[in-house]
């Protein structure tokens, strides 16, 4: 991990959701002056007073604030919103900056912002969509995939450092997003494998600790599902790490993509379907595992 004196100014953070927000928490806690927007002012302050960030009045301000600007943002429509207009990104990253997007987005979405910042002020963006939660990004152990040129992805590379345990440079602009869909994929689909298996031991009499921890113990047993085991194992104590709301949002993202390339994804169809019954039942705002409690309700 890089030493904090490397990152050469401040840092602009666009978003203050739980990612948004640790990752201000991450960089405030190694040395670094953050200066944070939020569409919700009061989530901005709130933030702010917890990490020792300063609030910029707009996205705009905050992308002038240093070399480096980190995006966090629910979708792509909020992203396109906070990038465009004489008070976004666009029109604050200058030559100088590189904007490094961490949305879960469209690559298409990804390759326009791109050409957006380039247009505007002269700037350069990477779409850097990471893996891992909040306390993941507390750690500085989040894996970023990076789409965009090389030499952009160096001059952010000490504050990414900061934050991940791994970068990988997956290709030009809109790679990243890909990548970071695929990787998504395979998480929603280990979400519903793991929901499914618990609650069918569970329906055969087995206690739900004793089946996971077989299930920790075998084959299986990869990272995903230790790193679940207190989501699944007792969901009303442990805090939503991604909002299955969110999970749909994903599937549809997905989706698309596989129509455009041609690339059949029968489990993510099935995955997709699964997802909407629960949120329809009233889960959104619940944890993605939240889907094993959909399926205990239901023959």
Partial sequence: MSDSLEVTGPVGVVGAGRMGAAMAGRLRSAGVDVVLWNRSVDRAQAVAAATGARVAG???????????VLVSLADDAACRAAYAGPDGVAAGAGPDTVVADTSTVAPQTSIDLAALVREGEGGAMLDTPVSGSVPVVERGELTIM????????????????????????????????TMKLAVNALVHALNQAVAEALVLAER????????????????????????????????????????????????????????????????????????????????????????????????
């Fill in 146 to 177: 990076a789409g965009g040129d090389a030499a952009d992805l160096d001059r952010a590379r000490p504050v990414l450092e900061l934050l991940a345990k791994q970068i990988f440079h997956v290709g030009d602009h809109g790679a990243g997003a």
């Fill in 58 to 68: 707009t996205a705009r301000e905050a992308a002038e604030a240093g070399p480096v």
């Fill in 204 to 299: 055969s009499g087995v206690d739900r600790a004793a089946a996971y921890e077989v299930f920790a113990g075998s084959v299986a047993g990869g990272p995903f599902v230790q790193y679940k085991r207190a989501a699944f194992e007792r969901p009303e104590e442990t805090p939503v790490a991604f909002r299955l709301g969110l999970v749909a949002k994903d599937l549809d993202l997905i989706l698309d993509l596989a129509a455009r390339a041609g690339a059949p994804m029968p489990q993510a169809v099935t995955n997709r379907r699964a997802v909407a019954d629960a949120v329809a039942a009233g889960l959104g705002d619940e944890d993605m595992s939240a889907v094993a409690r959909y399926l205990r309700g239901h023959s």
